[in-house]
């Protein structure tokens, strides 16, 4: 992960966005693509299980394996908090359910297939169950779930299939379940931890989300970042291109040969 990476994510709020961003400057080779071909239209066609696992990688490589993080207990009259420790190497691939798409049958007997959803329609509908918008009478998920079968729809294998319209004039009912068909259909990577909270004594399960928590900390970690830049520059003279280009572990390295190097004159930058 560059600082030119970790800048170009945190300036997008879309965190689904962001994170496609962020992939798009940090792999070196994807399949057939090399680095100077991976943009973020390329990284959009992904499934979402594939770019978790890749931002699972980067997170690991970036910052090492073993996290530690404080959840809640979830049980209403408890709520008391507990510091876990889990490794992202132990986060593993998974398998891949058999079929990339999902074929329906419509009230009007037609049937309709739809592609699986992308890394790139994740991003898309972020947000829309609170645009607050809505003037058509459609609740706010009817809407995410037509906009869904809508960059989903693929054409039907069958003459007389279904097309777009033949979906949108079914009732809210039928669209939503198309909906979570396709939600159901889509592998996802298994990142729970079953926990036992040592207060009330029960049972709960967390679940790592690559996205949500990589976007969060790099938020955090923004203000250091700058300050890291700041330094390098004001000490090197290095270009603000160029201090970006550095990975972040190669950035801290220099930051502590630079703190060595002050400290035995005046005391360390302080980094
Ligand atoms: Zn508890």
């Not at 049937?111 to 607050?132: H, K, T």
């Not at 079914?170 to 939503?176: D, F, I, K």
């Not at 291109?241 to 302080?270: F, K």
């Amino acid at each position: 992960m560059t600082g030119r990476g970790e800048l170009a994510a945190v300036a997008e709020s879309n965190p689904f966005r962001a994170a496609i961003l962020l992939l798009a400057d940090s792999l070196v080779a994807l399949g057939p693509h090399r680095a100077a071909d991976i943009e973020a239209s390329t990284l959009s066609g992904l499934l979402p299980i594939d770019r978790d696992y890749l931002l699972v990688q980067l997170s690991s490589i970036t910052f090492g394996g073993p996290r530690f993080q404080t959840v809640e207990c979830p049980g209403a009259e408890c709520g008391h908090r507990l510091d876990i420790r889990f490794d992202l190497r132990s986060i593993e691939a998974g398998h891949r359910s058999v079929s990339d798409r999902v074929e329906a049958t419509l009230d009007n007997s037609r049937s309709v297939v739809f592609r699986l959803p992308s890394s790139g329609d994740q991003a898309a509908l972020y947000g829309m169950d609170n645009r607050g918008d809505n003037n058509t009478g459609d609740t706010d998920s009817t809407q995410q779930a037509d906009e869904l079968l809508r960059r989903c729809i693929m054409r039907g294998s069958e003459p007389g299939s279904a097309d777009i319209r033949d979906v949108l004039e079914q009732g809210p009912a039928v669209r939503l379940r198309l909906g979570a068909a396709l939600a159901a259909a889509s592998p996802e990577l298994d990142t729970a931890l079953e926990l036992t909270c040592i207060h009330c004594k029960q049972p709960f399960k967390f679940v790592y989300e690559p996205v949500l928590t990589l976007m969060d900390e790099l938020r955090a970690s923004r203000k250091a970042l700058m300050k890291e830049v700041h330094y390098l520059a004001f000490y090197y003279h290095w270009s603000y291109t160029e201090i970006l280009n550095l990975s972040r572990p190669m950035r801290r390295e220099y930051l502590d040969l630079l703190d060595q190097e002050l400290r035995g004159q005046s005391g360390g930058v302080a980094v």
